[in-house]
C-alpha cells in the first residue's frame, strides 16, 4: 500500500541550513500532512486545529506501508521530530531520486512540467510559504489563527499542499522506480547523512573571533591610511581613489586584483590589499558550519543522492563538502592548535591569517569520542576506468604493475623512458598535464584551461602534445567515436549496441539510455539531432542548462558521453564500497569524490585494511584494476 505524503512546516531556522537544524528548531511545527493512499483522493489534516488521526501515525512505523514523498529526507526528519518517532528508511520511496535517476529535474513544479502531467504544482503557494512557513523581516510568526490572516488565504495554502501531494503521487506513476540495488544504496546514504559529522563547535567560534578581531585592525589600518569614516563604502572608498588619480567604478574582486597589478602608490596598494582581506568570503564556511549544527554537534544532510543525474554522483549540501578550501599548511597541527586555543596574537605574526583560516575549514570536522578518521581513496580511478572501458591495454599493465601513470604516459608520448625525478623527468609534468585534460576529447583549449601555459609549456607544444596523446591511446580516441556513432545510429532508430561488451546504448520512444556494467544505466531525455556551431550533425536531449538553469536543448558529443560513463562507474565502484565498509560495521560520515570518510573507534582496524578493501575487485567488474590509499587523523584533512 503506498502512503502518498506532503507536509508544509514553521520553522525560525533556514532550510539552507539541513532539515535536521530545520527541525531541531523549538519553534519548528508541522502545519498541514497532506495524504493519498494508492489511488483514493487526497486529504488534508490542518494541525493547527486537529490532530494526526492515530491511524497514520501507526502507519508510518508499519512494514506494509510505503511512504512516498518528494524530497522524502524532509518529510522522514521532520516527521521523525514532530511525533518522536523511530522512523525506518526502508520503507520509505523518493520520487525525486526516482525523477534523477530519469533525468528529469529536481525541482517537483519543473519535473510536472516537463513530464507534462495532468496535475502540476500550485504556483500560488511560493507566496503562501513566506506568509505561514517562514518568520517575517523582524523575526515574527504570523499563525494562521491571526486577525491579520484571512480564511482565503489559508484555505488555498491548503488547496497548495494537496495539489503537491497529487502531484507527486502522479511522477510516482509516470517514470521506472529505481533499481532495487540502487535503493539498498539510497537507503544507507539516508543512515549516513543522519549519522552525520562531528563538528568542533569551539574551534569554529574561535577561528570567527580571530577573523573579526583581524578584520576591525583591517579597518582600523585602513581609516588611517584614507582619513575616511567607513572606508568599507565603497562609494567612500572610490571618491578616496579618485582623489589619488585613480579613477574606477567598481571595487568588485577582479577590478581590486586588476588594480593592484597596475603600478599605484605604495598606500594606495596596502588599501586595496586590506580591503582584499576584509572581503574574503570562504570564512563565511565556519558561520555555516555553527548554524547547520543539530544534535550532538553534528552536522548532518550534507550528501544529495543522485545530484547530478549525468552520472548519478553525489552532490555537496549546507558546507559543500566537495568544495571545501585545500590545506597547503607545512606545520598544520600547530596552526591549527593557535586557533583552537584562540591564540590571536600568535597567529597573527606566524600566518596570513585570511588564507590560513581559509585552508583551516576542514580541520573543524573531527571524529566522535574515542575515536580517529580512516580517510580512504581510489588512485587515478577514472584514469583506471577508461582504460578498462576502452581496453588500453598499455595502461592496465601500468596499474596492474602500480606504475607511475604519469610517467608510463609521457614514456609513450615522447618514445623515451620516462622516471620521477630521475632520467627525462621533466616530461611526467606534460604527461601529466596531458592525461588531466585530454581523456574526453579536449584538445587544446581542455590544456589551456588546465593550466598547460602556466607550467611552462610552450603555446606552439600545445597542439604536438594533444597529436601524441591521442596517439599514444587509440582505443581511448576509438572509444570517443565509437560511444558517438552507436548514440547517432540509436538516436535514429537503429537498434541496441553494446561498445567493447561492457556498455550498451539503446532508447525507447521518449529516452535514450546508456547501460553500465552494473546494470545501472543513464537516461538522456528527447534525444535528438542537432546542427552544432560547425554546421554537422551533433547529438542532442533535454536537460537543465547549467548556465541558464532552464530546461533546454543540451548538445553534446563523444567524448562528452565517454566522461558520462566513466564518471558513472567511477561512482559505482565507490557506491560498492560503501555498501561493503557499512556492512563490515565501519561507519562512513560523508564521502567526497572517490575518497570516504570513516569515523572508526581507536584500536579498532587500521588504515591498510581500509585501503585493502576499497581495493579489491568488483563481481561486475572484472579486469578493472583499483588501487586506493589511506591514512589516520584525528581532524579530516587532506594527506
Not at 111 to 128: F, I, M, N, S, Y
Not at 335 to 360: I, K
Request: proline share 3%; net charge neutral; hydrophobic share 40%.
Amino acid at each position: 500500500m503506498i502512503l502518498n505524503i506532503d507536509i508544509e512546516t514553521f520553522s525560525d531556522v533556514s532550510i539552507e541550513y539541513g532539515v535536521q537544524a530545520y527541525c531541531n528548531s523549538p519553534n519548528f511545527d508541522i502545519l498541514l500532512f497532506g495524504f493519498a493512499v494508492g489511488n483514493s483522493p487526497v486529504q488534508i489534516v490542518d494541525l493547527t486545529t486537529e490532530e494526526l488521526p492515530q491511524w497514520i501515525v501507526s502507519a508510518l512505523t508499519d512494514k506494509n506501508y510505503i511512504k512516498s514523498a518528494y524530497n522524502v529526507p524532509f518529510e522522514f526528519n521532520c516527521l521523525s521530530r514532530y511525533l518522536n518517532l523511530d522512523l525506518d528508511i526502508t520503507q520509505w520511496s523518493d520520487t525525486m531520486v526516482q525523477a534523477l535517476e530519469n533525468g528529469l529535474p529536481s525541482s517537483l513544479e519543473k519535473c510536472a512540467e516537463v513530464l507534462g502531467l495532468e496535475h502540476q504544482k500550485d504556483k500560488r503557494g511560493k507566496a503562501l510559504i513566506k506568509k505561514f512557513s517562514i518568520p517575517d523581516k523582524k523575526g515574527n510568526r504570523l499563525y494562521p489563527k491571526s486577525d491579520l490572516v484571512s480564511k482565503a488565504d489559508w484555505e488555498i495554502f491548503k488547496l497548495y499542499c494537496k495539489q503537491d501531494v497529487e502531484v507527486e503521487r502522479a511522477i510516482r506513476k509516470a517514470i521506472p522506480l529505481i533499481l532495487r540495488r540502487e535503493f539498498d544504496l539510497w537507503c544507507i546514504d539516508q543512515n549516513i547523512n543522519n549519522r552525520g559529522v562531528r563538528l568542533d563547535t569551539n574551534f569554529c567560534k574561535n577561528a570567527i573571533s580571530i577573523y573579526d578581531k583581524y578584520s576591525k585592525d583591517c579597518l582600523e589600518r585602513m581609516r588611517t591610511l584614507t582619513k575616511l569614516d567607513n572606508p568599507k563604502s565603497p562609494k567612500q572608498l572610490i571618491e578616496w581613489l579618485y582623489s589619488k588619480n585613480i579613477n574606477t567604478k567598481s571595487l568588485d574582486k577582479s577590478t581590486v586584483k586588476d588594480l593592484l597589478a597596475t603600478d599605484i602608490p605604495k598606500d594606495v596598494k596596502e588599501v586595496l590589499q586590506l580591503r582584499q582581506e576584509i572581503s574574503k568570503t570562504s570564512i563565511k564556511k565556519y558561520y555555516t558550519m555553527l548554524e547547520s549544527v543539530s544534535k550532538g554537534d553534528r552536522i548532518r544532510g550534507i550528501l544529495q543522492f543522485y545530484g547530478a543525474n549525468r552520472t548519478g554522483r553525489w552532490a555537496g549540501r549546507i558546507i559543500q563538502p566537495q568544495n571545501l578550501p585545500q590545506n597547503h599548511i607545512t606545520d598544520l597541527d600547530f596552526s591549527r592548535s593557535l586557533v583552537a586555543n584562540g591564540d590571536y596574537d600568535s597567529f597573527y605574526q606566524c600566518y596570513d591569517v585570511a588564507q590560513t583560516l581559509s585552508e583551516l575549514i576542514r580541520t573543524a570536522l573531527i571524529p566522535s569520542d574515542d575515536c580517529r578518521f580512516i580517510v580512504s581513496d581510489f588512485s587515478a580511478i577514472e584514469a583506471r576506468v577508461i582504460a578498462w572501458v576502452s581496453g588500453e591495454q598499455w595502461r592496465l599493465e601500468v596499474f596492474k604493475n602500480d606504475g607511475d601513470i604519469y610517467c608510463a604516459s609521457a614514456s609513450e608520448m615522447f618514445k623515451v623512458p620516462v622516471v620521477k625525478h630521475g632520467i627525462n623527468g621533466h616530461l611526467r609534468q606534460k604527461g601529466k598535464i596531458a592525461e588531466l585534460a585530454l581523456g574526453y576529447g579536449g584538445s587544446v583549449g581542455a590544456l589551456t584551461s588546465m593550466g598547460a601555459l602556466k607550467m611552462g609549456i610552450a603555446e606552439e607544444e600545445l597542439q604536438p602534445l594533444v597529436e601524441q596523446w591521442r596517439e599514444s591511446n587509440l582505443h581511448i580516441t576509438k572509444l570517443w567515436k565509437d560511444v558517438e556513432n552507436a548514440t547517432i545510429r540509436v538516436i535514429k532508430g537503429g537498434r541496441a549496441e553494446t561498445i567493447n561488451g561492457l556498455i550498451t546504448i539503446f532508447r525507447d520512444l521518449d529516452n535514450l539510455y546508456i547501460r553500465l556494467p552494473n546494470e545501472r544505466r543513464l537516461t538522456y531525455r528527447n534525444p535528438t539531432l542537432v546542427t552544432n556551431k560547425f554546421g554537422k550533425s551533433a547529438i542532442g536531449y533535454m536537460g537543465v542548462n547549467q548556465t541558464t538553469k532552464k530546461w533546454e536543448i543540451i548538445e553534446t558529443f563523444g567524448g562528452k558521453l565517454v566522461e558520462n560513463i566513466i564518471q558513472a562507474i567511477a561512482r559505482d565502484c565507490l557506491a560498492e564500497n560503501i555498501i561493503k565498509l557499512e556492512s563490515m560495521g565501519f561507519k562512513i560520515v560523508f564521502h567526497v569524490h572517490d575518497e570516504v570518510i570513516i569515523d572508526c573507534p581507536i584500536g579498532k582496524s587500521s588504515a591498510e585494511e581500509v585501503a585493502k578493501i576499497m581495493g579489491e575487485p568488483i563481481s561486475w567488474a572484472k579486469g578493472l584494476p583499483l588501487k586506493a590509499d589511506a591514512y589516520e587523523c584525528n581532524y579530516y584533512k587532506k594527506d
